[in-house]
């Protein structure tokens, strides 16, 4: 007897046309661009990946992805039998990655995909693509932040000396507050933003003398083994920091990033201006939109709303208003790792270790 669509319960009808819309998207998607774009290998280029990006979506039985790259342009990525799927190392491990197949990689998961041939399209056949899972990235990049922290300190300060020192009470876990010592040297960098809608890149240099008994500072630099002591490298004036938090929600059209504070757990709803959301530069060569330097770091790439997800762990800089628990920001910088060639020429390795950040 003949089965008609009728005889399919409710729920698995909704289920077949919900998979069958999404792959009318992703194939649709795919012609878009294949009839209205055309970008160059090289323009597709990031670092050591001819396509570096996230997945938008993926059709593993049509052998189809959509790939978002940090600089927002869409490619297409075709696979087929032949393409090696890898999981990337991201805790440095020497052992060779993983092989996976198409239906392990996920909406959200980053790449690193090398291509056939050279294509004037933007859509390319992959031969090889490493992948990072965004769940492993988001667990490495609390570990990480949670070291980095370990070398910056917020608080106010309660003494200064004519020795270039100065103690600055600053609260701990627990929400208990201790002092720290802070020594400084002609070698330490004084920060201060102009008042209004400042941009990271504002920070103008200012002298030592400008600290005063009551002043809330940002300290980073070497800290003593106790965490009694630091000796600063940078300090950031007139109430701005920079904190490590976790995303819990995005709104790109209110321009809002609510996270909580790594270290308290404290909720921050922190505005932020696409054009002061930042990566971390994932490859050696340079980015096609680069607008910064972490001086003695990697170099920072812009990205957008769209390449952060709730459970992403990041670096803001801004100032926090501490009555109403939000922070006007003037960056948020994220870490997905850096991927570097291989010795052996055509293989790269992906790593997410401790995070190489210097404020400028």
Not at 183 to 199: D, K, N, V
């Amino acid at each position: 007897m003949k089965r008609t669509r009728a005889a399919f319960p409710a729920h698995q009808r909704n289920f077949h046309e919900e998979d069958r819309m999404k792959k009318m998207h992703l194939t649709a998607a795919l012609l878009i661009l294949q009839v209205g774009w055309t970008l160059s290998a090289q323009e597709m280029s990031f670092g050591s990946c001819q396509v570096f990006g996230q997945v938008f979506g993926i059709d593993p039985l049509v052998g189809d992805m959509l790939v978002k790259s940090p600089s927002a342009d869409i490619g297409g990525l075709r696979f087929d039998r032949t393409t090696a799927f890898a999981r990337a190392s991201l805790n440095a491990s020497s052992a060779a990655p993983a092989r996976i197949t198409p239906p392990d990689v996920n909406n959200g998961d980053l790449i690193c995909a090398r291509a056939t041939k050279e294509h004037d399209s933007v859509i390319m056949d992959g031969s090889r693509v490493l992948v990072a899972s965004r769940r492993e990235i988001q667990e490495q990049q609390k570990a990480n932040l949670a070291q980095w922290a370990k070398s910056g300190a917020w608080g106010s300060v309660v003494k200064v000396d004519q020795e270039g020192r100065f103690i600055l009470e600053r609260t701990l876990p627990g929400r208990t507050t201790g002092n720290m010592l802070v020594e400084t040297s002609r070698l330490t960098r004084f920060r201060r933003y102009p008042a209004g809608l400042a941009h990271l890149t504002d920070a103008t240099a200012a002298p030592t003398a400008h600290i005063r008994v009551g002043d809330k500072l940002y300290v980073r630099g070497e800290s003593s083994a106790d965490g009694a002591a630091m000796k600063a490298k940078v300090i950031l004036l007139d109430g701005f920091q920079a904190l490590t938090a976790t995303i819990d929600s995005l709104d790109a059209l209110a321009e809002t990033v609510t996270v909580h504070e790594l270290s308290s757990e404290k909720p921050i709803e922190v505005r932020i201006r696409p054009s002061d959301l930042f990566l971390l530069n994932p490859g050696l060569d340079a980015a096609q939109n680069e607008t910064s330097e972490s001086p003695h770091g990697r170099k920072l790439q812009t990205l957008d709303f769209g390449d952060l997800q709730a459970g992403d762990s990041v670096v803001v800089v801004g100032k926090l208003d501490d009555s109403s628990g939000r922070m006007k920001g003037i960056a948020l910088i994220a870490d997905f790792g850096e991927v570097t060639p291989k010795q052996t020429g055509r293989q790269v390795s992906w790593k997410l270790g401790s995070m190489k950040l210097d404020l400028p």
